[in-house]
């Protein structure tokens, strides 16, 4: 089956400085993963995606996401956090029969002005 | 295109009372997920809809909770009778045809539900 792990419920960085979330998962098959993020008082919104056709993937508001298959991970990562990036991110799996798709814990990302 | 609409946004209750959220899915999309979300267990999966259908209801904790689909703009999720330990935000989020492509998940804006 597969599952998420987020390292890190609580992540501060400074305005300009680099901003890493980190995910690692589990899945039996190639999986399909994802980061969400969720502003307060709002519903989850894509940030990317990944579907195996190239390992860096690029996504809004300046994020990315890397693949490494030999870690089974799936990091987040902004060279420049902007105050507008404070949110909770999620890092999520799913695979096939069904696609049914299950979320880490999240990571809320704090930015100091 | 309105998104994902869900009712209401914030509901009281008492413990013992039914309580019914209602999610409107976007237009064209055929999968749709109920999914419970709390500070202790994060973002839980509790049902899954394709075409209508209940494909996975194994997150559903218990028979207090049912969901229902009767046509393919409307869906509802019921507690009955509610618990203290019910208190949570309710999210609806929907897809198109996510039993066979994986596309990414539209959420509502959620209902936050205390009951007390």
């Known amino acids: 089956a597969q599952s998420v792990t987020q390292l890190g419920s609580h992540v501060s960085v400074s305005e300009g400085a680099l901003v890493l979330l980190r995910c690692n998962y589990s899945s039996s098959v190639p999986p399909y993963l994802f980061w969400y993020v969720q502003y307060p008082n709002q519903g989850l919104q894509l940030l990317l995606k990944y579907t195996s056709a190239a390992t860096l993937v690029k996504g809004i508001n300046g994020f990315e996401a890397e693949f490494k298959k030999s870690e089974t991970s799936f990091h987040l990562t902004k060279p420049s956090a902007h105050m507008s990036d404070a949110a909770e991110y999620f890092c999520?799996?799913?695979?096939?029969?069904?696609?049914?798709?299950?979320f880490g814990a999240g990571t809320r990302l704090f930015v100091k002005a | 295109d309105a998104g994902v609409i869900q009712s209401p946004r914030h509901e009281v209750t008492e413990m013992g009372q039914e309580v019914t959220l209602r999610c409107k899915p976007i237009s064209g999309h055929n999968s749709l997920f109920w999914y419970r979300q709390t500070m202790m267990r994060g973002l839980e999966l509790l049902i899954y809809?394709?075409?209508?259908?209940?494909?996975?209801d194994s997150g559903m904790p218990e028979d207090r909770f049912s969901a229902k689909m009767p046509n393919a703009s409307f869906s509802t999720l019921k507690i009955q009778p509610s618990e203290p330990r019910d208190s949570a935000v309710y999210f609806c989020?929907?897809?198109?045809?996510?039993?066979?492509?994986?596309?990414?998940?539209?959420f509502g804006s959620g209902t936050q539900l205390s009951v007390l």
């Open positions: 989020a929907s897809s198109w045809d996510h039993l066979t492509t994986n596309e990414k998940l539209f």
């Open positions: 809809f394709n075409n209508n259908v209940p494909i996975d």
């Open positions: 999520a799996v799913s695979e096939g029969g069904g696609f049914k798709t299950i």
